[in-house]
């Protein structure tokens, strides 16, 4: 039987449907890449903003269409999104054939070939995934309970030079805007040896760069009795042979370690970059997001990086528009921007999410959609202002430039996969190869750069 993987969302998404196609393969399942060959398409669903969520059910809305083409015989939802809504989502959406929740991944395979003979799945009703305590890994597991992204199966969905690795699920923090820990649940980290082993299987499969992944990176650790774990782990990673980049996603600001700086900036094979998410600057209106920091905390975090490492990228996303966010609290986050000087900053405007303390504040303290859409709108004119000149900085820098494709396309390594910017060569090399070029003109965040010899990168 025929299966195609559709993967919506992050890039944490990405390692659970390599995670369901591993199973599935083992399974006897051929894995095909185009929807409109298959027997059975997965739609892997993002649930984490409206604008994800509404791309899930139209991606679902499209692969049911394939079912009247004769192929497809059946359409699943698995992912945040059927996570989080379970029997609601199938009861909206009756296009979709089942909706499963991630307590159904170890049995895919019979899931997959008991809807294909038209039995009906009974979708789960969700609860809060935080209270499936014991949280222990192997308590977890004893426990029936399935925590994506941790099963040793997996197989690779891209034949790119980079793969993401996850360290970590679920987070426990509580910031009032985000709802992703009620279906994601409490933090669990993946056993070192287990993350290690999959790198090593990585670079067996090809991957020069390891992006680790995970919804809060800093706190790898914590619940396995380390909270330094990470920075052993680290040189660990780099050390695996045939992976030359390890770089890390999503430091919590607040849980950044001096140290943990240190491993990063001096590390053979870890690269220069630092996606730190700071999400606003005003003390008042972090304090609001359960969050922490002000302006000078942060520029003294982001002073003590580039001390370290000069040509470090830096990137973060902010959300304008938070419940009684003031024009001066909005000024503070753009004043902000401006002396930070980071290469990437995703701009979000704030909406309520399902279950999350920030959509019971009260009705007065919400902006209306006019003001927010406003301030989104002078944030992003003032964040691609700010990440061009950043760019400009680095002419005539030399650099090393992971090629992804085979028009000499790719990125360096203060640039994270897919949204963080690119750099282009010029044809006539092979994707994977790493090529030192010298940066000779920009196009917005994205560099242009020339193919140099014998030269060092930077000042690493």
């Given at each position: 039987m025929a299966v195609a993987m559709v993967t919506l969302g992050c890039a944490r998404n990405e390692v659970d449907s390599e995670e369901l196609a591993g199973r599935l393969a083992a399974d006897g399942f051929r894995l095909v890449t185009?929807?409109?060959?298959?027997?059975?398409?997965?739609?892997?669903?993002?649930?984490?903003?409206?604008?994800?969520?509404?791309?899930?059910?139209?991606?679902?809305?499209?692969?049911?269409?394939?079912?009247?083409?004769?192929?497809?015989?059946?359409v699943v939802a698995v992912g945040c999104l059927a996570e989080r809504y379970g029997a609601e989502l199938a009861d909206a959406l009756p296009?979709?054939?089942?909706?499963?929740?991630?307590?159904?991944?170890?049995?895919?395979?019979?899931?997959?070939?008991?809807?294909?003979?038209?039995e009906k799945h009974q979708?789960?009703?969700?609860?809060?995934?935080?209270?499936?305590?014991?949280?222990?890994?192997?308590?977890?597991?004893?426990?029936?309970?399935?925590?994506?992204?941790?099963?040793?199966?997996?197989?690779?969905?891209?034949?790119?030079?980079?793969?993401?690795?996850?360290?970590?699920?679920?987070?426990?923090?509580?910031?009032?805007?985000?709802?992703?820990?009620s279906f994601r649940g409490s933090y669990l980290s993946r056993r070192p040896t287990d993350v290690l082993a999959e790198a090593r299987w990585l670079a067996d499969q090809g991957v020069r760069e390891i992006f680790c992944v995970s919804e809060n990176t800093t706190?790898?650790?914590?619940?396995?009795?380390?909270?330094?774990?990470?920075?052993?782990?680290?040189?660990?990673?780099?050390?695996?042979?045939?992976?030359?980049w390890v770089r890390l996603s999503y430091l919590q600001p607040a849980e950044i370690r001096p140290g943990l700086l240190e491993v990063i900036a001096q590390t053979e094979g870890v690269?220069?970059?630092?996606?730190?998410?700071?999400?606003?600057?005003?003390?008042?209106?972090?304090?609001?997001m359960r969050r922490f920091g002000d302006p000078d905390s942060f520029l003294d975090l982001l002073a003590r990086v580039r001390a370290l490492t000069p040509e470090a990228g830096v990137r973060s996303n902010v959300i304008v528009g938070f419940p009684g966010e003031t024009e001066d609290e909005f000024q503070t986050l753009?004043?902000?921007?401006?002396?930070?000087?980071?290469?990437?900053?995703?701009v979000f405007g704030y909406s309520d999410e399902d279950g999350t303390e920030a959509a019971g504040f009260e009705a007065s303290t919400k902006l209306?959609?006019?003001?927010?859409?406003?301030?989104?709108?002078?944030?992003?004119?003032?964040?691609?202002?700010?990440?061009?000149?950043?760019?400009?900085?680095?002419?005539?820098?030399?650099i090393d430039v992971l090629v992804e494709s085979a028009d000499g396309e790719g990125r360096a390594g203060f640039q994270g996969p897919e949204v963080d910017g690119s750099t282009r060569i010029g044809?006539?090399?092979?994707?994977?190869?790493?090529?030192?070029?010298?940066?000779?003109?920009?196009?917005?965040?994205?560099?242009?750069?020339?193919p140099v010899a014998g030269e060092e990168v930077g000042t690493r």
């Open positions: 185009d929807p409109a060959d298959a027997d059975t398409v997965v739609v892997n669903t993002c649930g984490f903003v409206e604008q994800a969520k509404k791309d899930s059910v139209d991606t679902l809305l499209e692969a049911a269409d394939l079912k009247d083409d004769g192929r497809t015989r059946a296009e979709a054939d089942a909706v499963l929740g991630f307590d159904d991944y170890p049995d895919i395979a019979s899931r997959l070939r008991a809807i294909v003979a038209g979708s789960h009703t969700p609860t809060d995934r935080r209270l499936l305590l014991p949280i222990s890994p192997v308590d977890r597991a004893e426990a029936g309970v399935t925590v994506p992204g941790h099963a040793p199966a997996r197989q690779r969905l891209e034949t790119g030079p980079m793969a993401p690795l996850k360290l970590a699920s679920g987070c426990d923090r509580r910031c009032t805007f985000c709802a992703i820990p706190s790898y650790g914590k619940d396995l009795g380390d909270l330094r774990l990470l920075e052993s782990l680290i040189p660990e990673l780099a050390a695996v042979d045939g992976i030359d690269v220069p970059y630092f996606d730190i998410s700071f999400q606003h600057a005003s003390a008042s209106v972090l304090r609001r753009c004043d902000f921007l401006v002396e930070a000087r980071m290469d990437v900053v995703g209306d959609d006019d003001e927010i859409r406003a301030r989104v709108a002078h944030a992003n004119d003032l964040v691609q202002e700010l990440t061009a000149q950043r760019a400009e900085e680095r002419l005539g820098e030399v044809p006539g090399h092979a994707v994977g190869d790493l090529v030192r070029a010298r940066v000779v003109d920009t196009d917005g965040i994205d560099l242009i750069a020339t």
